[in-house]
């Protein structure tokens, strides 16, 4: 299984910031997936990075939003931007891809906008 | 897209009985459904998954069946422990290792001593 860490593991941040969440594989692999989850809620797919390509959005998230950055096997990046109190949530990251499907998740990143 | 449907919302057995969670899915081109474990504070957990040629894997106390025909997965837990509480999610995929998941809605299992 792969070993997952993301920085910061939470934050308050100010409307109309910025705020950029570090992901990191501990192996290379094919796939990383960023989620989003409202507290006591389900998880939501945001986008597929896949590594050298455009990250791919799921509908209802666009890259002006959520711009993220997939620069080598074992690293990405996903950037909230212009936030607003309603983009408090936890965002997650995971990795995976390839024939064996699964799928491994960091612990998360807290987020609440002030 | 997919839409899976998780229940119960809410769970609570004896300590040493069993857990029975189900999930339904609408997208027959699914082929892989995970079962992911989160504790307060932390990230999911893999625990289990199985494929859509499978229709039964076991790992200790844990079990999941698939019945590709009904669409509808389940997850067992046998001997429950104090350990187990936690919310369970199920989880469905398409294709290859390069599509993301969708999630059902979590079941809180609360293990009462």
């Known amino acids: 299984s792969a070993v997952i860490s993301q920085k910061p593991s939470r934050d308050i941040c100010q409307r109309g910031t910025s705020l950029t969440i570090q992901c990191q594989v501990d192996s290379q692999v094919t796939m990383m997936f960023w989620y989003r989850q409202q507290p006591g809620q389900s998880l939501t797919l945001i986008a597929t990075?896949?590594?050298?390509?455009?990250?791919?959005?799921e509908s209802g998230f666009v890259i002006d939003k959520f711009p993220i950055s997939r620069p080598n096997l074992t690293f990405s990046t996903l950037t909230v931007s212009n936030m607003s109190p309603e983009d408090s949530s936890i965002y997650l990251c995971s990795a995976g891809g390839g024939r064996a499907h699964e799928q491994y998740f960091g612990p998360g990143t807290r987020l609440t906008v002030t | 897209g997919e839409n899976v449907e998780q229940h119960p919302s809410t769970l609570s057995v004896q300590e040493g009985d069993s857990a029975v969670i189900k999930c339904t899915y609408s997208d027959s081109a699914s082929n892989y459904f995970p079962w992911y474990k989160q504790e307060l504070g932390k990230g999911p957990q893999l625990i289990i998954d199985?494929?859509?040629?499978?229709g039964e894997k076991k790992d200790q106390r844990i079990a999941v069946t698939l019945n590709k025909t009904a669409k509808h997965f389940s997850l067992h837990i046998t001997e429950t422990q104090p350990e187990d509480s936690a919310v369970y999610f199920c989880a469905a995929s398409t294709g290859g290792g390069a599509d993301g998941l969708t999630f059902g809605k979590g079941t809180h299992l609360i293990i009462q001593p």
């Open positions: 990075a896949n590594q050298g390509s455009e990250a791919t959005y």
């Open positions: 199985i494929r859509s040629n499978v």
